[in-house]
């Protein structure tokens, strides 16, 4: 399962967008909460060791934690545009 999770970093890394702990378990299909424990003492590890970099809550593999930052504003901005997405979708629904 930990290869799981070092791959879902890798390719999430490729388009410099880094994930939380909840969002690699997800993707990973971690359900039980022991091997949500589990997994996370190994991904402290690895951080520890240096293999994969942690920032804000947020795991990647890259050298720059400016993901991190650019992330956090890019989804800022996306909640921001759903609500006027939301809005206008109402409208055209509501075309004949």
Do not use: W
């Amino acid at each position: 399962m930990l290869e799981e999770i070092i791959r879902i970093i890798l390719y999430f890394d490729v388009f410099s967008y880094p994930l939380t702990r909840d969002e690699l378990f997800r993707y990973a299909g971690v359900r039980s909460e022991e091997e949500k424990n589990q997994l996370a003492c190994e991904l402290d590890t690895f951080v520890s060791k240096g293999l994969i970099k942690y920032s804000k809550g947020y795991y990647f593999a890259g050298d720059s934690p400016s993901i991190v930052h650019r992330r956090i504003k890019n989804n800022e901005h996306a909640r921001k545009r759903l609500k006027t997405a939301k809005r206008y979708s109402r409208i055209i629904a509501s075309f004949p």
